[in-house]
């Protein structure tokens, strides 16, 4: 349980120590600064300590916010600090700093709030000037953006009848209920789901249900709605359809749980990160299924969406990375798109067009339910490539037109989503100091394209396809070979993606035999997952996964050539059965490091405040 220091005299009246029990922290009182450092001292080195002044008047959700945040090691609001466990001695050693200012007379003056509602802070208090030490030796020091919660240390009667009055003035509940909801949406999310989903995140957080609970029965619903379209009966469609919907339903009402009951957590970060995906491509594999039973073949389209959306992914993550920290980051193209974002409906219809996962999941319920698997996965398909081709292109744009210079930080972002293995780092050390400027993302395309080109173009069981993927390990190495700093360099690791995903979907549909399809299905989505595991890391600064997990599958050039050289040298029905072991193995080694690192207290807690691709 953690701990609220409650400093200097209690004020008649107030109801402060009740809205920190509410909270969880187990109260304690210290009228002066000396009991304060002794309180402190006796409170366990593993608990959560919050300093707060007795003079505090504000909304119980400000104190929520600035107290209770498990993201963030010190955090911040007017007269309130609070430490996790891993910052206590930074606020035991600014306390002995601030100790005897504190025991002198206080100042008058304070204004207990701002223009518009804004707290203040009060001089003479000492969670406040602890918290502004901290700031000054460089700590990071959270502070949540409180908008109409009040959160003041009033100095006078008048001045705290004032704060009384103003906190009386505001509905926390519906402030926190309405911040629950992510800050930028979709169109459908925003106007067909977080209307009624938020209530369902209070019922849940009523009821002591925790998100990764929420996001548990989302997958669980999403896998039932896969089953019901893998019958190949119109009922089945018909009912997948609701469930996908419904999952979706449950997938936003995580995070605003989360959000509302501020319940974030390591593991919590590693569900929803994987889960998306694990339930998008579980349904298409269910949609092919279904159409199996029907007698249609879909497996092809199946693993062609699934290709796809993730190379649209590897875009954004890798065009994020690589601007994460540039500077100097301007250009014509960013200018033009603020300006349209500064109109009304252009907003929506720019969100709508690419796709995001709401819209996605809207129309795939719905064709699913009216249409068939086929039907389904064609408008999948041209709506996903019409919008990879409209992102990438503003993406590509904004790229050459902008000045900017990338940071080591970026490029060894872009090295890690790149995911080279052993190969191309051999043959990267012989050829030396690698290819300048725009040359680095051609010659990456160029490579990863003759090796898709050959293992379509051909017939199963040739050696083409093995040449162009040797061509493909030299152009690997040759692009990775000196930092990817270029304007255009975030575009290596989406060509690598497309040319793994694309070269095992050629040779799995010219095998021609029961089952390769299902099997390269299955192996992409063991290799997918490693990608999205190294992206959720990237963005938790936890860098790559281990050096051993990569050489160990081999790295994207590794496992293209292998699986070329098993078309070349198996029969077609003896490749299916490769591809299988292989997805086993790819898929065990990756999920033992992942679920290992994220259930790890030193895995990063991810949080995503805008709707994913």
């Not at 209770?68 to 600090?81: C, E, H, S, Y």
């Not at 200018?335 to 996605?360: C, F, H, Q, Y």
């Not at 904004?398 to 060894?412: F, N």
Request: with cysteine; hydrophobic share 50%.
């Amino acid at each position: 349980m953690p701990t609220a220091i409650v400093t200097g005299q209690p004020v008649p009246g107030s109801s402060l120590e009740g809205d920190l029990r509410s909270l969880g922290f187990d109260v304690r009182v210290a009228a002066d600064a000396a009991g304060t450092q002794a309180q402190l001292a006796a409170v366990p080195a593993d608990r959560r300590v919050a300093l707060v002044d007795a003079r505090f008047v504000g909304h119980t959700h400000a104190l929520r916010l600035g107290l209770t945040d498990p993201r963030f090691p010190l955090a911040a609001v007017p007269g309130a600090v609070t430490a996790q466990p891993a910052a206590r001695q930074q606020l035991t050693r600014v306390l002995a700093r601030e100790t005897p200012a504190y025991d002198a007379q206080p100042t008058e003056g304070q204004a207990p709030l701002a223009a518009g509602g804004a707290p203040a802070l009060a001089v003479d208090s000492l969670a406040d000037r602890v918290a502004t030490a901290l700031d000054a030796d460089g700590a990071a020091v959270h502070r949540p953006e409180l908008g109409s919660l009040v959160a003041a240390v009033p100095a006078d009667p008048q001045a705290r009848n004032e704060a009384r009055q103003a906190v009386a003035a505001v509905d926390d509940e519906a402030v926190r209920l309405k911040s629950a909801v992510k800050s930028r949406d979709g169109f459908f999310t925003t106007f067909f789901i977080s209307p009624y989903s938020r209530y369902l995140a209070r019922w849940c957080a009523r009821r002591g249900l925790t998100p990764n609970q929420v996001t548990t029965a989302s997958l669980l619903t999403a896998l039932i709605a896969a089953g019901c379209a893998a019958t190949g009966t119109r009922g089945g469609f018909v009912a997948a359809g609701v469930l996908l919907i419904a999952s979706f339903v449950l997938d936003c009402t995580d995070g605003q749980l989360a959000r509302y009951a501020l319940k974030y957590s390591t593991l919590g970060a590693w569900l929803d990160a994987t889960f998306d995906r694990a339930k998008e491509y579980a349904y298409y594999a269910g949609l092919a299924l279904g159409a199996a039973r029907g007698g249609d073949d879909v497996w092809a389209l199946a693993l062609g969406a699934m290709v796809l959306q993730t190379c649209r992914h590897v875009v954004d993550f890798s065009f994020n990375e690589a601007n994460h920290d540039a500077t100097a980051n301007t250009s014509p193209t960013a200018a033009l798109s603020d300006r349209l974002d500064s109109v009304g409906w252009t907003v929506w219809l720019r969100r709508m067009i690419v796709l995001p996962i709401g819209e996605r999941w809207a129309m795939i319920a719905v064709l699913t339910a009216a249409t068939t698997p086929r039907i389904t996965f064609y408008v999948l398909l041209a709506g996903c490539a019409f919008a990879a081709a409209y992102t990438t292109a503003g993406r590509v744009l904004r790229s050459v037109t902008r000045k900017a210079r990338r940071t080591d930080r970026a490029a060894q972002a872009l090295a890690d989503l790149a995911d080279s293995g052993p190969l191309a780092q051999a043959v990267g050390r012989v050829a030396g100091r690698g290819l300048p400027g725009l040359a680095v993302p051609v010659v990456a395309l160029l490579g990863g394209a003759a090796v898709v080109a050959c293992s379509a173009l051909t017939g199963f069981g040739g050696a083409l396809p093995v040449a162009g993927a040797a061509v493909y390990v030299l152009t690997s190495a040759l692009a990775v070979a000196r930092p990817l700093k270029g304007a255009l360099d975030w575009l290596v690791p989406p060509f690598f993606r497309a040319a793994e995903y694309g070269t095992v979907l050629a040779l799995a549909g010219k095998a021609g035999v029961n089952g390769a399809l299902p099997a390269a299905f299955g192996l992409v989505a063991a290799v997918a997952y490693h990608h999205y595991d190294t992206v959720y890391r990237i963005r938790g600064d936890a860098g790559a996964p281990p050096a051993w997990l990569v050489r160990a599958i081999g790295g994207h050039e590794g496992r293209t050539l292998l699986v070329t050289v098993l078309a070349a040298v198996l029969t077609a029905s003896q490749f299916t059965v490769a591809l299988t072991v292989l997805a086993v193995s790819v898929a065990l080694l990756v999920l033992v490091e992942s679920i290992r690192f994220w259930v790890s207290a030193g895995a990063p807690a991810v949080h995503d405040e805008g709707e994913p691709a």
